[in-house]
């Protein structure tokens, strides 16, 4: 009796309606989720097109880009090199493909819009990315670097580049032999002889040729074959023409200029008049780095991380650790014929001469 | 998978053998990684990070498989631990240790190396969770360490580092990481000896109040805390017999026979721990070398000093450690005493912590007059007329505490004024009182009134056996519970010459009974003794009498109470004779193991005898039965003050009621059980209980009907009422 006219009550709530009042704002529903946030910053990812042709237009889309004029090329720029660690591969290669126009298109002789060092730690971690696209373009931006600027920062790609070499997936393997090949172009020199350059590089070459040890190196073995197999063919051929450039430049007969450059030490250079002589010893070094080899601040390097800067040393350790294996590997390698028998004659090429040669004059 | 053939293993190392170029890829992946993040550990990004860390992880899985490989690898990690583990990312920094912890299970790292590496950087590191994660992996490494024999080179290093920690920066907070270490290792039984009582101690005299107090705390409760664990690991059982059936009815999986295998492992664990000598630890107070000093630079260090900031609880602590290792070793720190003296009032916070404190603080060989003025300024301040029950049972409690470790510490007028509240109304007082009076009975019974002195104690008093002893004076050294065995030989011997058909007295020649003795060296496993717990006689025919005191007359008849007495007193004197009797069996011959036994059995006995109310004596009373190891705690000393308290309110009696009556479901009236139980026999209610439930509605007509009589209704029913009254309800009373 008293229940039941109790229980229609509640269920009469149920239907009735909110009252609305005359300015006062809508009572809010009882599932209403606040769902506004705050935030410091916000990205607003403008497609590229839209960026560059509004060079007159003052777009406002939303309050945080109040902008009267485009932002400058320059502000562009860093822009992009921040959105190399975006989350989308398309994202990273476009960035990449703007970064590269923008330094290839740029007046001759007008410096970078940023400097080298500012742009490099961003590129680093690219090498080891999982996108092939974005290798690819990565190789293109990094051609386009002015060589004498690449000299200043091996030490700090030549690690990428190891990793990369011993990546389990064979793509990014193949990519980073191909950067090491366009290092050993650019800068040679200093790649071999900087710290860790010369044994752990080589290493690192034995490890993706697969020729470390004895019966690894025959030709019945699983040869190069750890990790994913690559979907570009042929890597070994490009790993063979990248070693014999890198031996070529480390331990390959110096050419005349560089031998001339050597002995300028010893002899009176043309530069410097007569009663001037050993003067260059004496001179402030043009290398960016001239006391490296005594390695202040860093910490004690083994053998393996030291840094070999003559061609005599680079000799030696090479022939004690690496020519028997190398010896070996070009053998299999000839034995197998084909392309890979033919880049292997380019290797053995260049180890002929520099045995031929010898620790040096 | 576990190979075990030789083939197995072959084939085993055959696989790693073929995948050692890969290996060796993946090894320069890593060394890659580490150089570019070794070049900066602050900014490195994310996925460099997980590569790193995935490489690291896998290295020190299969790192014993590669040993030429990996030489530098265990270094390299602890180089990047030791040197960046500020600024290392968290995940990285546990993968670090972890992976070291890997290396050591691989022994391709000795556990001082990586106990050498954790420890720096428990100690030193701000992140909680890195802390947690040190302090448990070096307390696991200690443990392995010392799982299949006790590794005393790495306790020992491990200990002076602990040692020097603590000792080499006495204000920093630094030393609790040992104190943490240390204790949790003499819980585990790992660490018994002096060298880690020692790093507590220096602990306990450092100037930071955390360490102190952690210091303190250990040598307070660590070997408690030790003989829980004990007792914890033993009480845990597997019933063998049980799982083997079990196995033997489901269905037969892997685990199952894993879980039986275990059970079978840990009773045949058992046993072989059973057959061990258990091993003699002793507890840290015992262990403490030089205690006087130790006292000593406690008590001036934080209770004297003025300097010294510990709140008072703390001060409490210490000054629990200080008086317990006063009481145990017999030390002398007179202005101990003098320091008691402020607090001793009824006002002052916890002040039964200071009671027992002191209490703990006497032994017998302090100077009386040191005690008095305390035990009289107790009595001043807690125990009169005037003052609450409770304050008074804890002065008197106190105060026997105190005489029962130096009986001389009070004076007979004293003593004499403080047995009167016997016959306090306040039943905590009056049995505080009473505790007292019966220690004096046993220490000192010349100092009461005579007609407290009780029978026995008079008795002996006259006979001159009990005399006063005076301050200094020990007792003579005795095995305890030998009087038993000498009782129980005699009584064997007795038995033996009556199956012979000898006179009971009969001194049978002594080189046969010695060639049994000897026969019986070892002793026997009979079969009642592989049960658990042994067998223990109990008195079946004691008539159990539970009585308050001895004043309350006993209803056994005078004449019959005499013969008893009589009877008593001839065997007290022989018994007399053969007190002197029973030192000789100590003298004069060699104990077997077969006599020991025997005498833990009897002393077993004893003591349940002891526990029985009855004519066998009385029971032993508290402080005859404290180990001297148990310190005295603040509850003791306010005892019954329970008793004395005001009315309890209603929750607290039904608890206490509860407390008895355990079996009972809910607390309820008599009425409501009765009730209760009428309805469980389906028996009928009462016209009143049928009144009482009737439904509200239904009397509702009616109650307004009632409003709206008119006055001659009203009259006409009061009138039915009282007419029906007269003639004895509706249907009258007329017929019977």
């Given at each position: 009796?008293?229940?039941?006219?109790?229980?229609?009550k509640?269920k009469?709530?149920?239907?009735q309606?909110?009252?609305?009042?005359?300015?006062?704002?809508?009572a809010?529903?009882?599932n209403?989720?606040?769902?506004s946030?705050?935030?410091?910053?916000m990205?607003?990812?403008?497609?590229?097109?839209?960026?560059?042709?509004?060079?007159?237009?003052a777009?406002?889309l939303t309050q945080?880009?109040l902008h009267?004029?485009?932002p400058?090329?320059?502000a562009t720029?860093?822009h992009n090199?921040s959105?190399?660690?975006?989350?989308?591969?398309?994202?990273r290669?476009d960035s990449?493909?703007y970064?590269t126009?923008?330094?290839?298109s740029?007046?001759?002789?007008?410096p970078?819009?940023?400097?080298v060092s500012?742009?490099l730690?961003?590129?680093?971690?690219?090498i080891?990315?999982?996108?092939t696209?974005v290798?690819?373009?990565?190789l293109?931006?990094?051609?386009?670097l002015?060589p004498?600027d690449?000299e200043?920062h091996?030490?700090?790609l030549l690690p990428?580049?190891?990793?990369?070499?011993?990546?389990l997936?064979a793509d990014?393997?193949?990519?980073?032999?191909?950067i090491l090949?366009?290092m050993?172009?650019?800068a040679?020199e200093s790649?071999?002889?900087c710290?860790?350059?010369?044994?752990k590089t080589?290493?690192?070459?034995l490890?993706v040729l697969?020729?470390h040890?004895e019966?690894s190196?025959?030709?019945?073995s699983s040869?190069a074959?750890?990790?994913?197999?690559g979907?570009q063919g042929k890597p070994?051929v490009?790993?063979?023409?990248?070693l014999?450039?890198f031996?070529?430049?480390g331990?390959?007969?110096?050419?005349i200029?560089g031998?001339d450059?050597?002995m300028?030490?010893?002899?009176?250079?043309?530069?410097w008049p007569?009663?001037?002589?050993?003067?260059?010893?004496h001179m402030?070094?043009?290398?960016?780095?001239p006391?490296?080899?005594?390695?202040?601040?860093g910490?004690?390097?083994?053998?393996e991380?030291?840094?070999?800067?003559t061609?005599e040393?680079?000799?030696r350790?090479?022939?004690?650790?690496?020519?028997?294996?190398?010896?070996?590997?070009i053998k299999?390698?000839?034995?197998e014929?084909?392309e890979?028998?033919?880049?292997s004659?380019?290797?053995s090429k260049?180890l002929?001469?520099?045995i031929?040669?010898?620790?040096?004059? | 998978?576990i190979?075990r053939?030789?083939s197995?293993?072959?084939?085993?190392?055959?696989l790693?053998r073929?995948?050692?170029e890969?290996f060796r890829a993946?090894h320069?992946?890593?060394?890659s990684?580490r150089?570019?993040?070794m070049?900066?550990?602050?900014?490195a990004?994310d996925?460099?990070?997980i590569?790193?860390?995935?490489?690291i992880?896998?290295i020190s899985?299969?790192a014993?498989?590669?040993p030429?490989i990996?030489?530098?690898?265990?270094?390299?990690?602890?180089?990047m631990l030791?040197q960046?583990?500020?600024?290392?990312e968290?995940?990285l920094?546990?993968?670090?240790v972890?992976?070291?912890v890997?290396?050591k299970?691989?022994d391709?790292l000795?556990?001082a190396?990586l106990?050498?590496?954790l420890f720096?950087?428990?100690?030193s590191?701000p992140s909680?969770?890195l802390?947690?994660l040190?302090?448990q992996?070096?307390?696991?490494?200690?443990?392995?360490?010392n799982s299949?024999?006790?590794?005393h080179k790495?306790?020992?290093?491990m200990q002076?580092?602990?040692?020097n920690?603590?000792?080499?920066d006495?204000?920093?907070a630094?030393?609790?990481?040992a104190?943490?270490?240390?204790?949790e290792?003499?819980k585990?039984?790992i660490?018994?000896?002096a060298?880690?009582?020692?790093?507590m101690?220096?602990?306990?005299?450092s100037?930071?109040?955390k360490?102190i107090i952690g210091g303190v705390?250990?040598?307070?409760g660590?070997?408690k805390?030790?003989e829980?664990?004990?007792d914890?690991d033993?009480e845990e059982?597997?019933?063998v017999?049980q799982?083997?059936?079990?196995?033997t009815?489901?269905k037969?999986?892997?685990k199952?026979?894993?879980?039986?295998?275990?059970a079978?492992?840990a009773?045949?664990?058992k046993?072989?721990k059973?057959?061990n000598?258990?091993p003699l630890n002793f507890s840290?107070l015992?262990?403490?070398?030089?205690?006087?000093?130790?006292?000593?630079?406690?008590?001036?260090k934080?209770l004297q000093?003025?300097?010294s900031?510990l709140?008072?609880?703390?001060k409490?602590?210490?000054?629990?450690?200080?008086?317990?290792?006063?009481?145990?070793?017999k030390l002398h720190?007179m202005p101990l005493?003098?320091y008691f003296?402020?607090f001793?009032?009824?006002?002052?916070?916890?002040?039964?912590s200071?009671?027992?404190s002191?209490a703990q603080?006497s032994h017998?060989?302090?100077?009386?007059?040191?005690l008095e003025?305390?035990v009289?300024?107790?009595a001043?301040?807690?125990?009169s007329?005037?003052?609450?029950?409770?304050?008074?049972?804890?002065?008197l409690n106190?105060?026997?505490?105190i005489?029962a470790?130096?009986?001389?510490a009070?004076e007979e007028t004293?003593l004499q004024?403080?047995?009167m509240?016997?016959?306090?109304?306040d039943?905590?007082v009056?049995m505080?009182?009473?505790?007292l009076?019966?220690?004096?009975r046993?220490?000192?019974?010349?100092?009461?009134?005579?007609?407290?002195?009780g029978?026995?104690a008079a008795m002996?008093?006259r006979a001159g056996?009990?005399q006063e002893?005076?301050?200094g004076e020990q007792a003579?050294?005795?095995?305890?519970?030998l009087?038993l065995?000498?009782?129980?030989?005699d009584?064997?011997?007795r038995?033996k010459n009556?199956e012979?058909?000898?006179?009971?007295d009969?001194?049978?020649?002594e080189?046969e009974n010695?060639?049994a003795d000897w026969?019986?060296?070892?002793?026997?496993?009979?079969?009642?003794?592989?049960?658990?717990?042994?067998w223990?006689n109990v008195e079946?025919?004691v008539?159990?009498?539970?009585?308050?005191s001895?004043d309350?007359?006993?209803?056994?008849?005078k004449k019959?109470?005499?013969?008893e007495?009589?009877k008593?007193?001839t065997?007290?004197?022989?018994?007399?004779?053969?007190?002197?009797?029973?030192m000789k069996l100590?003298?004069?011959r060699?104990?077997t193991?077969?006599d020991?036994a025997?005498l833990t059995?009897?002393r077993?006995?004893?003591?349940v005898?002891?526990t029985?109310?009855?004519?066998?004596?009385?029971?032993?009373?508290?402080?005859?039965s404290r180990?001297?190891?148990?310190p005295?705690?603040?509850?003791e000393?306010?005892g019954?003050a329970?008793?004395?308290a005001a009315?309890?309110?209603r929750e607290?009696?039904?608890?206490?009621?509860?407390e008895g009556?355990?079996?009972?479901?809910?607390h309820?009236?008599k009425?409501?059980?009765?009730?209760?139980?009428?309805?469980e026999?389906g028996k009928?209610?009462t016209n009143?209980?049928?009144?009482?439930?009737?439904?509200?509605l239904m009397t509702l007509?009616?109650?307004?009907?009632?409003?709206?009589?008119?006055?001659v209704e009203?009259?006409?029913?009061?009138k039915?009422?009282?007419?029906?009254g007269?003639?004895?309800g509706?249907?009258g009373?007329?017929g019977?």
């Amino acid at each position: 009796m008293g229940s039941s006219s109790k229980r229609k009550k509640d269920k009469q709530k149920d239907f009735q309606k909110p009252k609305l009042k005359v300015g006062k704002t809508k009572a809010k529903p009882d599932n209403y989720t606040d769902t506004s946030f705050k935030s410091k910053c916000m990205y607003i990812l403008w497609p590229l097109d839209v960026l560059l042709c509004s060079q007159l237009l003052a777009i406002v889309l939303t309050q945080q880009s109040l902008h009267l004029a485009a932002p400058t090329s320059n502000a562009t720029f860093t822009h992009n090199l921040s959105l190399l660690s975006a989350k989308s591969d398309s994202q990273r290669r476009d960035s990449l493909a703007y970064l590269t126009t923008s330094i290839s298109s740029r007046p001759v002789n007008s410096p970078l819009p940023q400097p080298v060092s500012v742009i490099l730690p961003s590129l680093l971690p690219l090498i080891l990315d999982g996108a092939t696209s974005v290798r690819t373009q990565l190789l293109k931006l990094l051609r386009t670097l002015p060589p004498g600027d690449v000299e200043d920062h091996v030490a700090q790609l030549l690690p990428y580049v190891r990793a990369g070499m011993t990546h389990l997936a064979a793509d990014i393997r193949g990519s980073a032999v191909e950067i090491l090949s366009w290092m050993v172009e650019a800068a040679g020199e200093s790649t071999v002889s900087c710290a860790g350059g010369w044994i752990k590089t080589l290493n690192c070459f034995l490890s993706v040729l697969g020729w470390h040890t004895e019966e690894s190196s025959q030709w019945s073995s699983s040869r190069a074959s750890f990790g994913k197999s690559g979907s570009q063919g042929k890597p070994m051929v490009k790993t063979l023409g990248a070693l014999a450039m890198f031996l070529d430049a480390g331990i390959g007969k110096p050419s005349i200029d560089g031998v001339d450059s050597e002995m300028s030490g010893d002899d009176e250079s043309p530069d410097w008049p007569f009663p001037l002589c050993q003067t260059a010893q004496h001179m402030i070094s043009d290398s960016s780095t001239p006391f490296a080899y005594l390695n202040l601040f860093g910490k004690p390097r083994d053998e393996e991380g030291e840094m070999y800067e003559t061609r005599e040393d680079r000799y030696r350790v090479f022939s004690t650790r690496f020519q028997p294996a190398i010896e070996r590997g070009i053998k299999s390698a000839r034995e197998e014929g084909g392309e890979l028998g033919r880049a292997s004659s380019g290797v053995s090429k260049v180890l002929k001469e520099a045995i031929a040669y010898g620790p040096g004059p | 998978m576990i190979y075990r053939t030789r083939s197995g293993i072959n084939c085993y190392f055959a696989l790693f053998r073929s995948y050692i170029e890969d290996f060796r890829a993946q090894h320069y992946q890593y060394e890659s990684h580490r150089e570019i993040y070794m070049a900066a550990p602050s900014s490195a990004t994310d996925t460099g990070l997980i590569s790193l860390r995935d490489l690291i992880d896998f290295i020190s899985h299969v790192a014993d498989c590669y040993p030429g490989i990996c030489k530098d690898f265990p270094q390299q990690l602890i180089d990047m631990l030791m040197q960046h583990h500020l600024v290392l990312e968290t995940e990285l920094r546990e993968k670090l240790v972890g992976s070291l912890v890997l290396l050591k299970k691989k022994d391709l790292l000795d556990s001082a190396t990586l106990l050498h590496t954790l420890f720096p950087i428990l100690v030193s590191t701000p992140s909680k969770t890195l802390r947690a994660l040190l302090f448990q992996k070096i307390l696991s490494e200690l443990r392995t360490a010392n799982s299949k024999t006790t590794n005393h080179k790495l306790n020992r290093t491990m200990q002076t580092v602990l040692f020097n920690l603590v000792t080499s920066d006495r204000t920093s907070a630094k030393g609790l990481w040992a104190i943490k270490i240390t204790r949790e290792l003499w819980k585990r039984q790992i660490w018994t000896e002096a060298k880690a009582v020692e790093i507590m101690k220096e602990a306990a005299l450092s100037q930071n109040e955390k360490v102190i107090i952690g210091g303190v705390r250990f040598f307070l409760g660590g070997d408690k805390e030790r003989e829980e664990l004990e007792d914890e690991d033993s009480e845990e059982e597997v019933n063998v017999g049980q799982v083997k059936h079990q196995l033997t009815i489901n269905k037969k999986t892997r685990k199952k026979a894993r879980v039986a295998e275990k059970a079978i492992k840990a009773v045949r664990n058992k046993e072989r721990k059973k057959g061990n000598p258990s091993p003699l630890n002793f507890s840290a107070l015992h262990l403490l070398h030089d205690p006087q000093g130790f006292a000593d630079n406690m008590f001036f260090k934080h209770l004297q000093n003025g300097k010294s900031n510990l709140k008072l609880e703390q001060k409490l602590q210490v000054l629990q450690l200080v008086s317990r290792l006063v009481g145990l070793h017999k030390l002398h720190i007179m202005p101990l005493y003098s320091y008691f003296q402020k607090f001793l009032t009824p006002r002052q916070p916890s002040v039964t912590s200071f009671l027992a404190s002191l209490a703990q603080a006497s032994h017998d060989l302090v100077p009386p007059d040191v005690l008095e003025p305390l035990v009289q300024k107790i009595a001043n301040e807690f125990v009169s007329e005037a003052s609450a029950g409770e304050v008074a049972t804890a002065g008197l409690n106190a105060i026997r505490e105190i005489c029962a470790r130096q009986p001389l510490a009070i004076e007979e007028t004293l003593l004499q004024d403080l047995v009167m509240y016997k016959k306090s109304k306040d039943k905590g007082v009056m049995m505080a009182s009473k505790g007292l009076l019966s220690l004096y009975r046993d220490v000192g019974a010349q100092m009461l009134k005579k007609r407290d002195r009780g029978k026995e104690a008079a008795m002996s008093l006259r006979a001159g056996e009990r005399q006063e002893r005076r301050y200094g004076e020990q007792a003579v050294g005795e095995i305890e519970g030998l009087e038993l065995l000498a009782k129980w030989k005699d009584e064997e011997r007795r038995k033996k010459n009556i199956e012979n058909g000898l006179p009971s007295d009969a001194e049978d020649n002594e080189d046969e009974n010695d060639e049994a003795d000897w026969a019986a060296w070892n002793v026997e496993d009979d079969e009642d003794s592989d049960t658990d717990g042994e067998w223990i006689n109990v008195e079946q025919d004691v008539d159990i009498v539970l009585s308050d005191s001895e004043d309350e007359g006993k209803p056994a008849s005078k004449k019959a109470k005499q013969e008893e007495e009589a009877k008593k007193d001839t065997e007290k004197e022989a018994e007399a004779d053969k007190a002197i009797d029973f030192m000789k069996l100590a003298t004069t011959r060699i104990l077997t193991p077969a006599d020991l036994a025997k005498l833990t059995e009897l002393r077993a006995q004893a003591a349940v005898d002891a526990t029985l109310p009855g004519n066998k004596g009385r029971v032993a009373a508290p402080w005859t039965s404290r180990h001297t190891d148990d310190p005295l705690t603040a509850g003791e000393i306010e005892g019954l003050a329970a008793l004395s308290a005001a009315k309890a309110t209603r929750e607290e009696r039904i608890a206490h009621a509860r407390e008895g009556k355990t079996d009972r479901s809910e607390h309820m009236s008599k009425e409501a059980r009765r009730k209760e139980r009428k309805e469980e026999q389906g028996k009928s209610t009462t016209n009143k209980e049928k009144a009482r439930k009737k439904n509200f509605l239904m009397t509702l007509g009616k109650a307004r009907s009632k409003n709206k009589r008119s006055l001659v209704e009203t009259r006409a029913v009061l009138k039915a009422h009282v007419d029906r009254g007269k003639r004895g309800g509706r249907r009258g009373n007329v017929g019977q």
